[in-house]
């Protein structure tokens, strides 16, 4: 018989790119109000894409994350993937994350879907971060910011953010 794997507590760490990430597109003026059904479905997508890409030993999950930091950040990739395991989201892997996922056909790479089922989200949960990026990415370039440059200023100010 096998162990039940009791449930741990998630890091502050963890926590605060969560909140980072919301409060980046709430910066940008895109996040529905709270406690809306479209609002709890973004909190859900980006807590549960997190928890997927951190926690999943799925094979098509693990391989889609190290393709799409490979192909987006090339020689930081590593390091990128490795601080991601540390810390949670950072703008560097949310963006190989949406990069990748509007890749011709990945989603019908054998197995990705039914990793990303385990963890109750799919290509439609997929496909609102994507919208969301995209708008908030056009709504700091108005304001002469980037998605990077905002993401990393709410980041310092989360729980769990690194005293530089």
């Given at each position: 018989?096998q162990?039940v794997?009791?449930p741990s507590?998630?890091s502050?760490v963890?926590?605060g790119?969560?909140?980072?990430?919301?409060?980046?597109?709430?910066?940008?003026?895109?996040?529905?109000?709270?406690?809306t059904?479209q609002?709890?479905?973004?909190?859900?997508?980006?807590?549960?894409f997190q928890s997927?890409?951190?926690k999943?030993?799925?094979p098509?999950i693990?391989?889609?994350?190290?393709?799409a930091h490979?192909?987006?950040l090339?020689?930081?990739?590593?390091?990128?993937e490795?601080?991601?395991?540390?810390?949670?989201w950072?703008?560097d892997?949310?963006?190989?994350?949406?990069?990748a996922?509007?890749?011709?056909?990945?989603?019908?790479?054998?197995?990705?879907?039914?990793?990303?089922r385990?963890?109750?989200?799919?290509?439609?949960?997929?496909?609102?971060?994507a919208?969301?990026?995209e708008?908030?990415?056009a709504?700091f370039?108005?304001?002469g910011?980037?998605?990077?440059?905002?993401?990393t200023q709410?980041?310092?100010?989360m729980?769990?953010?690194?005293?530089?």
């Open positions: 018989m162990p794997a009791q507590r998630t502050s963890y926590i790119s969560v909140m980072a990430l919301l409060a980046t597109f709430e910066d940008a003026g895109i996040l529905p109000p709270e406690g059904p609002a709890n479905g973004i909190i859900k997508a980006v807590i549960q997927a890409f951190l999943s030993t799925h098509a693990r391989q889609f994350f190290t393709d490979r192909v987006t090339g020689p930081r990739a590593e390091e990128v490795t601080a991601f395991r540390q810390t949670g950072s703008a892997t949310f963006d190989a994350v949406i990069t996922g509007h890749t011709n056909n990945v989603w019908n790479a054998e197995g990705l879907s039914e990793g990303f385990e963890f109750n989200i799919g290509k439609p949960d997929f496909d609102i971060l919208r969301l990026y708008e908030s990415r709504a370039s108005t304001q910011k980037t998605f990077q440059q905002v993401y709410r980041r310092r100010e729980p769990g953010a690194k005293s530089e």
